[in-house]
């Protein structure tokens, strides 16, 4: 008897065989490549061997709907063990009385906080994408999603932050009740000082979506929203904080209330399971942070500055060279000269230089970015330093002012690459020699 419903046509011979190991070589290929490769996206990062054997853990397997002690699950005693260390452990990192990890990335903590603090038709401050908002606040994402407004913040490009005598008549004059602060483009603090009073009048609630910053935040390198005025704190947590990728929401004791909401828009709101294999993942790389977090920090911040220095001084456009070019692990080049921000980034790519084009303020199209964005953190994680920012400058300068090869160029990236595969600042340092990149498993037959 066949199946009592339509199904797909039966595979060829050896076919399932085939389709694993295609994915498997080219999951191998990617690896081998990354090995390789200097990988400068600001948004990334590599998981400790500890928080990344988790990911594998049976846990993946599990459903824990719910907070620990009130599951709609039954066999969760363990997970609830773990989960109230994470909690325990994020509030400590970041010095603040609430936690909720169950928001399965960045975007899904931005939901969770949207769902908790506006309405739909709500009108919500925030950055433009231009100026380097993140894709939430885009009518097309998360705001979207929502259905609130965007109230968008006047920018300082000279600065690369908000301006804060004209987004203060701003506020005033259109009264947003919720107040976004955080960047994709994030090379300097927000000026949240200096906009409380302004929030405060106006009566809005202030917002952070630290995503980038977050293990700046944590080792004390980048402004510590939740101590400025800011009443929530979303993120995801494998960019400046190396952890899985995952997501959290962080605030202050202020409002019971809120932090109600904030837990119901985690759940039922925008998740029902929230990947518990990645939150136990979270709890180890959240206590390697409390150990290590606040050297790690301030190695990449270091290693931005150094980077953004060196390719300055070979002629390249970096942003803000007046402030010292970033005061986070991200630094923004403008690359018109060079061909303008695709192609640049293709030809970094095709020479083993990972990076992404970037919309920079004041470019005319959104489909042709002027710059490419570049960060520190994963270089920095297996543990590069100053002198080996200049020597990716000089990747940069070879390939594109001096007319090397991409070969060469490559082969150039490999070699300096190939002292520094070992992921560092985490609980196995110094244990193992542990390869990053290296993948387990048998063959399939
Ligand atoms: N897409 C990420 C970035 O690269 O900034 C943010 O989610």
Same mark, same amino acid.
């Given at each position: 008897m066949g199946a009592p419903f339509p199904t797909a046509d039966p595979p060829a011979p050896g076919e399932m065989a085939r389709s694993v190991r295609t994915v498997r070589d080219l999951v191998r290929q990617h690896s081998t490549r990354f090995e390789r490769a200097i990988p400068l996206i600001a948004s990334e990062n590599l998981l400790s061997p500890y928080a990344k054997e988790?990911? @594998? !853990?049976?846990?993946?397997s599990r459903y824990a709907e719910g907070l620990p002690g009130d599951r709609?699950?039954?066999?969760?005693e363990q997970v609830d063990q773990v989960e109230t260390l994470c909690l325990a452990l994020a509030k400590r990192l970041f010095r603040c009385s609430f936690a909720d990890v169950?928001?399965?990335?960045g975007t899904v903590a931005n939901l969770a906080v949207l769902k908790a603090l506006t309405e739909p038709g709500d009108l919500v401050g925030t950055s433009r994408l231009a100026d380097?908002?993140? @894709? !939430?606040?885009a009518g097309f994402g998360a705001f979207g999603l929502r259905g609130v407004k965007p109230v968008y913040y006047a920018w300082d490009p000279e600065r690369m932050t908000v301006d804060v005598p004209r987004t203060r008549e701003i506020l005033r004059a259109v009264r947003p009740k919720t107040c976004l602060f955080g960047l994709s483009l994030f090379l300097f603090p927000m000026p949240l000082d200096e906009l409380r009073p302004t929030l405060e009048e106006i009566g809005a609630r202030g917002w952070y979506?630290?995503?980038?910053?977050l293990g700046l935040i944590a080792g004390g390198q980048f402004q510590d929203p939740l101590h400025e005025g800011c009443q929530v704190l979303s993120a995801s947590t494998?960019?400046?904080?190396?952890?899985?990728?995952h997501g959290i929401l962080l605030g202050t004791a202020t409002d019971p209330e809120l932090e109600k909401k904030l837990q119901s828009g985690a759940f039922p709101g925008v998740t029902s399971n929230h990947h518990l294999n990645a939150m136990a993942a979270l709890a180890v790389s959240l206590a390697e942070q409390l150990e290590f977090g606040r050297d790690y920090a301030a190695r990449t911040v270091e290693n931005a500055r150094a980077l953004a220095q060196a390719l300055h001084d070979k002629g390249f456009d970096v942003l803000a060279p007046s402030l010292?070019?970033?005061?986070?692990h991200t630094i923004a080049v403008r690359v018109e000269a060079e061909g303008g921000g695709e192609a640049v980034a293709r030809r970094l790519a095709d020479a083993g230089v990972i990076a992404n084009k970037n919309l920079l303020p004041g470019?005319?199209?959104?489909?042709?970015?002027g710059g490419v964005r570049l960060g520190s953190p994963e270089v920095t994680r297996v543990g590069m330093g100053p002198r080996e920012m200049e020597r990716i400058a000089g990747l940069f300068d070879d390939l594109l002012?001096?007319?090397?090869?991409p070969e060469e160029v490559r082969a150039a990236a490999a070699e300096l690459k190939s002292g520094f595969t070992t992921v560092r600042y985490c609980f196995a340092a110094g244990e193992a020699a542990y390869r990053y990149y290296d993948l387990v498993g048998c063959e399939p037959a």
């Open positions: 988790l990911l @594998i !853990s049976d846990l993946h709609y699950y039954e066999g969760n169950r928001p399965t990335s380097g908002a993140h @894709i !939430s606040s979506d630290g995503a980038h910053v494998h960019k400046t904080l190396p952890g899985p990728q010292g070019f970033t005061r986070s470019d005319r199209s959104p489909k042709h970015p002012h001096r007319g090397r090869s």
